[in-house]
């Protein structure tokens, strides 16, 4: 059973930055592509930023040029590096392994998440 433990999250000014932490428990971590997600109440879970397990990156449109997706697959870690954040970034924040062109959550079994507020 693989689990996810996020961390990293909190409460910033418009213009500042957070680095996210995603642990990962399980096998074959540096098989999987992984993910971030970010969902706000009533909405659906959308993906921000995903790395294949070969490193390449893909960042949604909202994100892109701020955020910064890596992973360490020594420690079997992915990270999010949030930069210029932004009131509409607010947000829980979860992390999943991931597949396809849609970056489709691989794995049921999310974790917490850790929550991202943006305000002055």
């Known amino acids: 059973q693989v689990q996810f433990v996020e961390s990293g999250g909190g409460l910033v000014q418009p213009g500042e930055s957070l680095r996210l932490s995603c642990a990962a428990s399980?096998?074959?971590?540096?098989?999987?592509?992984m993910a971030w997600y970010r969902q706000t109440p009533g909405n659906q879970r959308d993906v921000v930023a995903g790395i294949r397990a070969g490193g390449k990156t893909h960042y949604s449109e909202s994100v892109k040029g701020r955020f910064t997706i890596s992973r360490d697959n020594s420690i079997h870690t992915v990270y999010l590096q949030m930069n210029n954040l932004k009131p509409e970034d607010t947000a829980n924040y979860y992390c999943?392994?991931?597949?396809?062109?849609?970056?489709?959550?691989?794995?049921?079994?999310w974790g917490q998440g850790t929550q991202v507020t943006v305000s002055s």
């Open positions: 999943n392994a991931a597949m396809g062109e849609t970056w489709y959550p691989m794995f049921d079994s």
């Open positions: 399980g096998r074959d971590f540096d098989l999987y592509g």
